[in-house]
C-alpha cells in the first residue's frame, strides 16, 4: 500500500511524542488565525458578523451609497402604514442638500429657513427617528443631531489595504505558510493512509494556498476573484487540519503487522 521507506510510526515513542506537540502547536495556530481574521476583520463593513464585503472591502475596497438618499429615493416614510410622505419639495430639498460637498456647513443652516435639512428632519421624521419615539424600529436609528445623521448621510467607501501592508503580509504568509504546509504534507506522505487519500489531501492544501495567495494580488483589480480568496482558504484550512489529524491519528494507532 505504502512505498516509503520510512513510516512514522516505527519511530520511537519519545520522537512521536515531540512531532505530536509540534503538530498540535501547528493546530492551535491556525484555531488562533481563524479567530484572528474574524475578529479584525468583521466590522470592516460595519455590518455585523464576518462577511463577504469585509474581505471584499480588505482586498479589494468596498463603495457603499448613502443610506439616506437611498430612504429619499424609495420615498420613505411615504410606504409606512399611517405615516406622512414627506413633501415633494423637502424630499428634492433634502436629496438636493445630499448630493452638495457642504453636508456639515448647511446641516443646520438658518439661512434656509424651513428648508434646512435639520428644520425638514424634525418636521417630518423625528417622531418615529428619535430616541424618545414610540416607532420601535425608529427609535434605533435616531436623526435628532449632525452626528446621528452624518453617517447616514454620506457614502462611504472601504479603502483597499494599503500595497506595503499587504506584500508584508503576503512574505510572512507565503513562508510560514508555505514552510509549515510542506512539513505537513511531507509527514502525511510518510503515514499508512492510501495513497490516494495523502496525495489528495496534500494536492488540495497546496492547491488552496497557492490560490489563496494568488488572489490576494489580484483582487485588488478584479472583484470577481474574491470568492476564490474564500473558497482557496476555506480548501487550505480544511485539508491542512485533517491531514494534521491524520498524522497525528497515524503517529499513535498500533502498528499494522505485515
Ligand atoms: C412613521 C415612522 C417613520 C417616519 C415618519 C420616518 N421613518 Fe425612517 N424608518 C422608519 C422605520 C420603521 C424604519 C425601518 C424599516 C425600513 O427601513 O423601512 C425606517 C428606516 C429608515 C432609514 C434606514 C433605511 C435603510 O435602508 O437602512 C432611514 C435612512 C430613514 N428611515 C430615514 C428617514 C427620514 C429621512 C425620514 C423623514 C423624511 C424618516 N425616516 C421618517 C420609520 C419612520
Redesign the pocket.
Known sequence: MTSSPLHLRSIACTGRLALTLLLLVVLGGFGASAAYLVTHHENRDEQPGFTMDDVRGHYHGVRTGS??V???E?N??A??E???A?PEA??SA?LAWLAGDRLSETFDDLDLGDDAPAE??AV??????SRA?E????K??P?EYWDDVEP?ASSKTIEPVDPKILLASTHTHALALGTTTLLVVLLMLLTRWPTRLRNGLALLASLGLFVDLGAWWIARDVGSVIPVIVIGGTLFIVSTCMMLTLVIADLWLPQRRA
Open positions: 443610506a439616506l437611498a430612504a429619499l424609495r420613505h416614510p410606504e409606512i399611517g405615516a406622512t414627506l423637502q424630499r433634502l425638514v428632519l417630518s421624521c423625528l417622531d418615529c427617528h419615539s416607532n420601535a424600529i425608529g434605533t436609528l436623526l447616514l
